[in-house]
């Protein structure tokens, strides 16, 4: 168990719809980082939040948007959904500010979206 | 950009016997190197990492040796168990974590 937790598990949509998936990192790590994994793209990193702040962004569209909370669980939120954004969502914590030489991100177990 | 680059899966071994798992990297300068796996159902754990070259990271019996002239960082295992099934990407830092495609690694008894 890493301490990452991710919710909801799987989501099933449609074509044009919103969702929020949420992320709770583990205790006392400040960053948070998304990502996306397809089989089309491989794993790709979406955007990172440090202790409520952007970080760094990459290849995350604008129909996506992510935020952290106070409490540092932190929601990444998908809207007018097409098939192409069916994907594994994983959500990493780690205690650094930067994804520097220490690398280790706690990973969860992620969410399974399926756009119908 | 910088890139890595893996061999393609998937993987089909016996128990017991040798693993390699080839990745290569572009990068200017040198970069952090790190393999991580994931298991069926879970998320991604690191493995092992490398933070200079000639680093050879080592955890659970694999292995990597973090080669400049050559830019690589193959995983190795000499004795591979069903317990080892499971994918395994190849990554590189500069300021955000850089994955290569995954490959999958089926054991069988």
């Known amino acids: 168990d890493s301490g990452v937790t991710q919710t909801p598990k799987h989501l099933i949509t449609a074509t044009g719809q919103r969702v929020t998936l949420r992320c709770s990192p583990r205790?006392?790590?400040?960053?948070v980082y998304w990502y996306q994994q397809s089989l089309d793209q491989g794993l790709q990193f979406l955007i990172q939040?440090?202790?409520?702040?952007?970080?760094a962004k990459g290849n995350i569209l604008e129909r996506f948007s992510a935020q952290q909370f106070p409490d540092l669980h932190s929601e990444l939120n998908l809207s007018s959904l097409e098939l192409g954004d069916s994907a594994l969502y994983f959500c990493?914590?780690?205690?650094?500010?930067?994804?520097?030489?220490?690398?280790?991100?706690?990973f969860g177990a992620g969410t399974r979206l399926s756009v119908l | 950009g910088d890139s890595v680059t893996q061999m393609e899966g998937p993987v089909t071994l016996s128990e017991e016997a040798f693993l390699t798992i080839n990745c290569t990297y572009t990068?200017?300068?040198?970069?952090?190197l790190f393999w991580y796996v994931q298991y069926p159902g879970e998320g991604l754990q690191l493995l092992l990492k490398?933070?200079?070259?000639?680093d050879k990271g080592s955890n659970k019996g694999f292995e990597a040796t973090y080669r400049k002239e050559t830019t690589s960082f193959h995983l190795e295992k000499g004795s591979v168990q069903v317990s080892d099934s499971a994918v395994y990407f190849c990554?590189?830092?500069?300021?955000?974590?850089?994955f290569g495609q995954g490959t999958e690694l089926s054991v069988k008894p």
């Open positions: 939040y440090y202790n409520g702040e952007e970080r």
């Open positions: 205790s006392g790590d400040l960053s």
């Open positions: 990068a200017t300068g040198y970069p952090s």
């Open positions: 490398a933070t200079k070259a000639d």
């Open positions: 990554a590189l830092t500069r300021g955000k974590l850089i």
């Open positions: 990493a914590s780690s205690p650094l500010e930067g994804q520097g030489a220490s690398g280790i991100q706690y």
